[in-house]
C-alpha cells in the first residue's frame, strides 16, 4: 500500500506549525515563570513601607527612589560593592592569564604529561568547593591570609582554572597551527605567539570563561562569608546577609539592595552574550 506524499504534505506542515506555537508557548510560559519575581523585586525596591504591606503585587503610586541611596550609603552597599570589584577583578584577571597560559601549553608543547595535566586541571570538576572549606580555612590561617582579600582571590583562581583550561584549550585546538609557525618563522618568541596570535584570536572564548567565572566569583557566597569576618572588607554577598540582618523589616532597601548585587551580573552579560554562545559553541566542536 503505497503513500500519496502530496496528501501527507498539508498534514505535515499543519504538526510542525502547530508544534512551533507550542514551542512558543511553553517559553513564553517559562520566561513569565522566571521574569515574574524579578518584576517584583524591582517593584517593591521603589515602593515605601506602607505600599509594600497594603498592596504589595501593586504597581507603586509613588517611586521611592532613594530607597537605592540610603541601601547604597547606610547600608554600606558602597564599600561593599568596591570589595567586590577588588576581589572580583584580580581574580578574574588571574583566571583569564594563567588557564590560557595553561591551555596554550597543553595545545603547543608536546611532552609525556600532557594527557595527565589535562586530566589533572578536570579533575577539579569533581571536587565541590564545600569539601575543600576546612582543609583551606586551615591553609589560610597558617599563612595569616584570614580576613584579607588574598584568602578570597587564591580560592578564587584555584576553583576558576579547571573549567577555564578546558574551555580554552577545546578552542586552542581550533586554531591552525600554520598561524604559530608562521609567527615563529618571523621571529617571534613563545610568549609573543601566545599573545600577538592567539589571545587576539580566542576573544570569543576568553569571553565566555570571563562571564562564567564573573558570575560564580560575584555571587560567590560561603567562602567570602567564612573567610572574611571584617564588615569592611565583605564581598556584596556576605555584604547583603550582614544587610539583611540589620534591615529585617525593610523590604524596600532589601530589595533595593538586591537589585543592586545583581546588577553587574546582568550588564556583564548583555555586554558580552554574543562572544560568551560563539566561544561555547567553538570551543566544543573539536577535542
Do not use: H
Not at 501527507?8 to 522566571?34: C, N, Q, W
Not at 578574574?92 to 591551555?103: G, V
Not at 529585617?248 to 562572544?275: H, N
Request: one cysteine or more; aromatic letters at 16%.
Amino acid at each position: 500500500m503505497s503513500v500519496d506524499t502530496d496528501a501527507a504534505e498539508p498534514i505535515r506542515d499543519i504538526a510542525v506549525e502547530l508544534f512551533d506555537k507550542l514551542s512558543a508557548l511553553f517559553v513564553f510560559v517559562v520566561a513569565g515563570v522566571f521574569l515574574v519575581p524579578v518584576l517584583l523585586l524591582l517593584v517593591t525596591s521603589v515602593k515605601s513601607k506602607t505600599e509594600i504591606f497594603t498592596n504589595p503585587l501593586a504597581l507603586p503610586q509613588d517611586f521611592q527612589i532613594e530607597n537605592y541611596a540610603t541601601a547604597w550609603t547606610t547600608g554600606g552597599f558602597d564599600q561593599y560593592f568596591m570589595n567586590s570589584v577588588i576581589v572580583v577583578s584580580i581574580s578574574l584577571a588571574l583566571i583569564l592569564l594563567l588557564s590560557s597560559l595553561a591551555a596554550y601549553a597543553l595545545v603547543q608543547f608536546d611532552f609525556p604529561a600532557d594527557d595527565f595535566m589535562l586530566v589533572f586541571f578536570l579533575a577539579g570538576f569533581m571536587i565541590p568547593p564545600q569539601v575543600l572549606l576546612v582543609p583551606l580555612y586551615t591553609i589560610m590561617n597558617a599563612l595569616n591570609l584570614l580576613n584579607t582579600y588574598f584568602s578570597l582571590i587564591f580560592a578564587y583562581v584555584a576553583f576558576g582554572l579547571p573549567f577555564s583550561v578546558f574551555l580554552l584549550r577545546q578552542f586552542f585546538v581550533t586554531i591552525p597551527d600554520t598561524y604559530a609557525e608562521a609567527a615563529r618563522m618571523d621571529g617571534c618568541t613563545e610568549f609573543q605567539v601566545f599573545f600577538r596570535v592567539y589571545l587576539p584570536l580566542s576573544v570569543p572564548a576568553l569571553a565566555a570563561v570571563a562571564i562564567y567565572q564573573f558570575v560564580f566569583l560575584w555571587n560567590e557566597f560561603l567562602y567570602a562569608i567564612i573567610f572574611i569576618t571584617d564588615d569592611a572588607k565583605r564581598t556584596l554577598p556576605a555584604g547583603l546577609m550582614a544587610f539583611q540582618g540589620q534591615y529585617a523589616g525593610d523590604w524596600a532597601q532589601l530589595a533595593a539592595g538586591i537589585v543592586i548585587a545583581v546588577t553587574p551580573t546582568v550588564i556583564f552579560f548583555l555586554l558580552f552574550q554574543r562572544q560568551f554562545m560563539r566561544g561555547i559553541s567553538m570551543g566544543t566542536t573539536k577535542g
